[in-house]
C-alpha cells in the first residue's frame, strides 16, 4: 500500500486543527509539493477537482500506517458519503512526479469560489468567509 499522502487543506501543518495534529503524529512531512487539478472552497474547507491545469499547493507526507491512517482520514473526508473520493495520484516533489493518495471532492463546484493560488492557506489569509 502506499505510503504517501498530500495533503492541501485543513489537514496541512500550518493549521490548527485537531486532525491536523493527530495526522502530524502519524506521519513524517517529506516537503512541499503540489498537485494538478483545481481548487474550490467549500464553505470553511477546500476541494480539490480533477479539472483544469491549474497547480494545488501542499504538503506530501509518509504515513507511519497508511491503512489505519487512511481508514481515519476516510471518515473525516467523507468518502462513505460520497463528498470525496480517495485516488493516487502524480504528485510534483521538486520537480520529480511521485505517487501518492490525494483526496478529490465530487461534488457539483457551479456555485463555488474558485481558489485561483491554489494554495488554501494562502486563501486563509486573504478571504475570511
Not at 503524529?25 to 479539472?51: C, N, Q
Request: charged share 25%; glycine share 10%.
Amino acid at each position: 500500500m502506499n505510503k504517501r499522502l498530500f495533503v492541501y487543506g485543513t489537514l496541512r501543518s500550518g493549521l490548527e486543527h485537531p486532525e491536523a495534529r493527530w495526522l502530524s503524529e502519524h506521519s513524517e512531512l517529506i516537503g512541499t509539493a503540489t498537485a494538478k487539478g483545481r481548487l474550490f472552497r467549500i464553505g470553511w474547507y477546500p476541494g480539490l477537482v480533477e479539472a483544469g491545469d491549474e497547480t494545488v499547493t501542499g504538503e506530501l507526507l509518509l504515513l507511519d500506517d497508511p491503512a489505519h491512517v487512511l481508514e481515519r482520514l476516510d471518515i473525516y473526508e467523507g468518502v462513505a458519503e460520497g463528498e470525496y473520493v480517495r485516488k493516487e495520484a502524480a504528485i510534483n516533489l521538486d520537480g520529480k512526479a511521485i505517487s501518492a493518495w490525494v483526496y478529490y471532492y465530487t461534488g457539483d463546484t457551479s456555485d463555488l469560489r474558485w481558489i485561483p493560488s491554489g494554495d488554501f492557506l494562502q486563501d486563509l489569509n486573504t478571504h475570511f468567509d
